[in-house]
Structure formats: C-alpha cells, structure tokens
C-alpha cells in the first residue's frame, strides 16, 4: 500500500524518513481551522481535514495527516506574521511552559479507515532578554514554526525543559505512529 504525507513541513518528513518510512508528499489545500472550539481537538480536526483532502484523490493509499498548535495561556499560537510578531511570541513564553498539540490522522478510503489522535507535550523557556531572543531569530528561520521556535535548532538557547515526546514537539507524535504505521502497511 502507497503511503502519501499529507504535509509539507520538512520536519515532519524527516521525522517519518528517520523511521524508515518509504512515502510521497502531497500537500492538502484546506483552509485550517485556528481558534473555533477546543483548542486541543483542533489540531486533530485540521490534521483530518488534510489527511480526508489527500485521501479522496488517492482511495487506496494510507494517508497522513498532521498540525501542530500551540496551546499557551488559554490562546491559540500558530506561525508568526513577521519578525515582530516572532520576536514578540519568544517574549510571551519567556520563563513560562505551554502544551503543544500535534493532531494526527490516518486515513484509507478504499478500506474504510479513518482514525485520529493528538500528542501533547509541555515546553518550558528559559527566562528570555532581548539580546537571546535577537541572536535566536538570527540563527533560526522561525516564521514557518509555530511559536516562532523550533526546539531542534538552537533550542538549547530558549529552552529550558520539557516533558513528553521530543517528536511531537517537531511535528509528528512518533511512538504512537510508528506502531500503527507498521501495523496498516503490513496488513
């Protein structure tokens, strides 16, 4: 069975490679869903939507969908708009912990399949001054992470800690994936 990465993100295809996961790329053209609802099923409820998009253009392919979302003070966090914005999100988690959520979706049409589940992790930051927070932006693109920070580059700038999986932290809750990965593609 054909295995389709409904996702463009780089991160979370080398995260599937590092598993050894034989898989094409096509991106989902839908419109996410960003703050209506619970924010902890919404990354779930995008990740379907992508993973149903890609799904009804290949029917006999397994298909997976993944978003990623920052749940921080009660809000929403997606991708920064700018620079400012960037600098001004590092600012707000500045010795502070938010959850990030990665919703996942697995989905075959042609077997009826169509499953779902999230990751969530906690991040704390390190108490941040205006100087780290300039030399991180320098080093790392940020404007396409959510958070406007990437806890594998230079993450030992921002971070102080975190608990849960380190992946789904990256884009992709693996320990959970992997297994029902192998289990689908072996059936």
Known sequence: ?????????????????????????ETARVAELTDAGDLYELPRENAARKAEAVARRHPDALVVGADTMIV?????????????DATRMLGEF?????????????????????ECWSGISQVTFRELTPEVIRE???????????????IQECG???????????????GLPLRRLTVRLRELLRA
Do not use: W
């Open 94 to 114: 500045s010795g502070r912990t938010h959850d990030v959520v990665t919703g996942v979706a697995l989905r075959c049409v042609g077997r009826g399949l169509a």
């Open 156 to 170: 030992e700038m921002i971070v102080a800690g975190f608990s849960g999986e380190l992946e789904n932290i990256v």
């Open 136 to 150: 991180y932006l320098r080093r790392v693109q940020v404007l396409d992470k959510a958070g406007a920070y990437a």
């Open 72 to 84: 921080f003070s009660g809000r929403a966090i997606g991708k920064p708009a700018d620079a400012a």
């Open 1 to 25: 069975m054909e295995l389709i990465l409904a996702s463009a993100s780089p991160r979370r295809q080398a995260l599937l490679r590092q598993c050894g996961f034989d898989f094409t790329v």
